[in-house]
């Protein structure tokens, strides 16, 4: 082994006051922009004009009801693929021929966009939160079971025949041997289920028009509220950087015990 | 006796397709839910409704704004990621910031690019390009933050440097990284495409669907989404077919690396 | 060929300071097959990079021809330990072995022939169209040597290359290289843990202490220009010299472990 060699000449500055420089830097550039005219101040509110409408939107409560309904949708949406992928991953994957039998009809399913499912849950469904719980669902269920079935299929084929020589009936091998690898690929699907039923759930909140923060950004551009608009834009981002700040720590800290956590597999 | 195993191959492969598809026929035959057409139904407007002309009106522009607004991304993606990647500092002062950008739901600026570029192809193609960008970028940026230690010795030790150091050596190190971006990305391209015509549009696939919708043209919708569902696999298997012959020496230092002791 | 002067080396470990060398000062002639031994953390490695231009001394200058070094110079190559991790996995063999003479901006048809005698010499000619991860340990790090080779460099370095493989491929690497600086006279620095090789392989043989490092003594070998694996490690003279440096290694860990 050779003996561990730093890299020579290092040590800048403090990579969290990098990033605050860099975030006031960002804030500075759109307060100033407008300002000047390089941006249309029809389209670009500052800065502090957005901030403003941002302050005034959490002292009223149709936003905060907007928000749970954002926020229940798409976790009531994640929860049920999570779980869908889960079980479903395992079992295919547990078994050859179920593998197999389904994997052509995956691959089909998989890359057909949610969106295309809109017209079809405003007609059978309505422009009810449910019809956006669908669109969720379908669409932060592939990951999950991708990433489950990548996870079974990995399985150390002597850990496998060890398990089988000591006659550990199905549940027992599930429990210390298929769970322990596949958790980390489940918590990879899950990060990114988490992400795409963020962006669904917005979409169907959006384009259907169930109730929610996308309805009302919809609003807004309809009712020419630019600034309330890009106020309602920043919290969904925020609401993003919150879900992927969870998921991480999450990740991080179920992945800590893990006796042999993996590199990432890109995905 | 080599005929068995082909056929059980096929099998399988078609087998469970088959009997969702005979499924949703038997099932829908006798429907008369205005809502839920029978598939024969559905299958028998695809020839009127899909003809050339309708390929051009609306296919036609929508893959063409795809392709652009993809291309963009990839472009944009890989090149900033690369410079930032490549970068402590750099990346540390942008982190936070892009952060935040790529948080936010890519569907939320469809009305944002309607205000600044009005309902034309170019707002579309900012949609597609914005949402895209992000995993292409962020992928990209690990990548090549990831690059083998060993390898930039090497290089450094033979002089490799400038260009060549950037394409033979840092892209192609973090092409496993970038491809898998890429193929997100290709996933998010084809949902904007189609949010992107669903309102404010006047041509596109979205559009077509929607404008069924709204006349009440429901079998001729599911055809539309039959449609849209038969992009998105092509599109995939494309992706799929490129991926083989780019990473080709990936799958097989990985199958080496796995088989060793 | 390579005057190593008054070289140190300080790192910023989590805070403390860590002196990985203390005063390195040798000379290596044109042509000359030294090897460097020393105990386990010793900065054999750290001296590699400095001479090889990938490490900056904190003091101290190592020339090369006569010119400072302050970046990898153009007349040297360098094999690394890790020779999986030194190739570059999407190229085949002899692309490889071809990377650092394209980028030198060598004509095409010097390359081929460079990369063919190259390829040769190491007796991987049949593996040229092969990928680094299809080939064994040993096979790798013939690669790593060819592309060394192939670049023509007047001085090579070698970082440990042989501690990674198994003893049969190493007796054989060991051959190879031998043979190759007998051929090609390049002036060859080799790092090495082990004492054996190192006496083996060498002209002379430099024996670093622990840390902070110096050369503890800078031994000639005293063996025929022929050797080869059974005879000479049979010879009393080997054995004799082996033991020496082997004490004085001894010794070193002693002075450190007190230290």
Redesign the interface.
């Known amino acids: 082994m050779t003996q561990a060699v730093p890299k020579s000449g290092a040590g800048a500055a403090s990579p969290v006051l990098l990033g605050l420089i860099g975030l006031v830097g960002f804030a500075a550039l759109f307060e100033v922009l407008p300002r000047i005219g390089v941006l249309p101040a029809d389209y670009f509110p500052t800065t502090s004009a957005i901030a403003a409408h941002g302050l005034a939107l959490v002292r009223q409560s149709a936003f905060w009801v907007s928000f749970g309904q954002t926020v229940g949708t798409w976790a009531l949406g994640l929860a049920i693929s999570v779980v869908g992928g889960l079980v479903l991953g395992v079992i295919i994957g547990a078994v050859p021929l179920l593998r197999a039998a389904t994997s052509s009809t995956i691959e089909f399913l998989r890359p057909i966009p949610s969106v295309a499912l809109i017209p079809l849950v405003i007609v059978l469904l309505g422009t009810k939160m449910s019809s956006t719980l669908v669109l969720v669902v379908y669409a932060s269920f592939w990951p999950v079971l991708v990433q489950v079935l990548y996870g079974v299929a990995d399985v150390d084929p002597i850990a496998r025949e060890t398990a089988l020589s000591f006659r550990l009936g199905p549940l027992d091998r599930v429990r210390y041997l298929i769970w322990p690898t596949t958790l980390p690929y489940a918590v990879t699907g899950i990060r990114l289920a988490a992400s795409v039923a963020l962006i669904l759930t917005i979409t169907g909140e959006l384009v259907i028009g169930s109730p929610g923060l996308g309805h009302d950004i919809q609003t807004a551009y309809s009712s020419n509220a630019v600034p309330l608009m890009y106020a309602l834009v920043v919290v969904t981002g925020l609401i993003g950087v919150a879900a992927n700040l969870v998921t991480r720590m999450t990740e991080r800290r179920i992945l800590r015990w893990h006796p042999s956590v993996r590199g990432e597999v890109p995905v | 006796m080599s005929v068995v195993p082909v056929l059980r191959r096929v099998g399988l492969f078609l087998g469970l397709p088959v009997v969702l598809v005979l499924t949703w026929w038997f099932a829908s035959a006798d429907s008369v839910q205005f809502y839920q057409p029978p598939l024969s139904k559905i299958l028998a407007v695809f020839p009127s409704t899909w003809t050339w002309q309708r390929f051009d009106h609306d296919v036609v522009p929508s893959l063409t704004r795809l392709a652009i607004g993809y291309t963009i991304a990839l472009g944009l993606g890989i090149s900033l990621g690369a410079l930032i990647g490549s970068y402590r500092s750099l990346r540390a002062l942008l982190e936070p910031v892009l952060e935040f950008l790529r948080a936010i739901p890519p569907p939320v600026l469809v009305p944002i690019f309607l205000l600044i570029a009005g309902i034309e192809n170019t707002s579309k193609i900012l949609v597609i390009a914005s949402g895209c960008v992000w995993p292409v970028l962020l992928n990209t940026v690990e990548g090549v933050r990831a690059v083998d230690e060993v390898l930039g010795d090497t290089c450094r030790s033979y002089r490799i440097g400038g260009t060549r150091r950037l394409f033979t050596f840092v892209l192609r190190s973090a092409s496993p990284q970038i491809m898998a971006g890429a193929r997100q990305a290709l996933s998010l391209g084809l949902i904007l495409m189609v949010i992107s015509e669903l309102k404010a549009a006047h041509d596109g696939i979205g559009f077509a669907i929607t404008e069924f919708k709204d006349g009440f043209q429901i079998p001729e919708m599911y055809s539309g989404v039959l449609v849209l569902g038969a992009i998105g696999v092509t599109l995939a298997l494309l992706f799929w077919l490129v991926e083989r012959r780019v990473l080709g020496w990936y799958r097989g230092a990985r199958a080496a690396e796995r088989s060793a002791p | 060929m390579l005057d190593i002067r008054a070289v140190r080396k300080v ?3 989590h805070g403390r300071q860590v002196e990985a060398l203390a005063d390195i000062t040798l000379s290596v002639a044109d042509g000359e097959f030294v090897c460097v031994v020393g105990p386990s ?1 010793c ?1 054999k ?2 001296l590699l ?1 400095c001479i ?5 001394p904190t003091s101290g200058e190592v020339y090369v021809s006569g010119r400072r070094v302050s ?2 110079p ?1 007349e ?3 094999v ?3 020779y999986g ?2 190739l ?4 085949r063999v002899d692309q490889n072995v071809e ?2 003479l ?3 901006g060598t004509p095409r048809r010097q390359r081929t022939r460079l990369v063919d005698e190259a390829l040769e010499a190491v007796g991987l000619t049949g593996a040229r169209t092969a ?4 080939l064994s340990g040993g096979m790798q790090q013939r690669v790593a040597i060819a592309r060394a080779l192939a ?1 023509e460099p007047k001085v090579l370095l070698m ?2 290359p042989f501690a990674a493989v198994d003893a049969q491929t190493r007796a054989d690497l060991e051959d190879l290289v031998r043979s190759v600086w007998r051929q090609l006279g390049v002036t060859l620095v080799f790092v090495t843990h082990d004492i054996d090789e190192a006496v083996y392989l060498g002209q002379r043989v430099i024996v670093l202490s622990a840390s902070p490092t110096v050369v503890v003594e800078d031994i000639a070998v005293d063996l025929p220009d022929a050797r080869d694996q059974l005879n000479t490690r049979a010879d009393p003279r080997f054995v004799t010299q082996r033991t020496h440096v082997y004490s004085l290694i001894q010794k070193a860990k002693r002075t450190a472990a007190l230290a």
């Open positions: 790192y910023d470990s953390g900065g490695t750290t990079r090889g231009g990938l490490l900056p970046a990898p153009d040297l190559a360098i690394f330990q890790e991790r030194s570059f996995p999407w190229l990377l650092p394209k980028a030198k990928w680094p991860w299809q670049y970082d440990e």
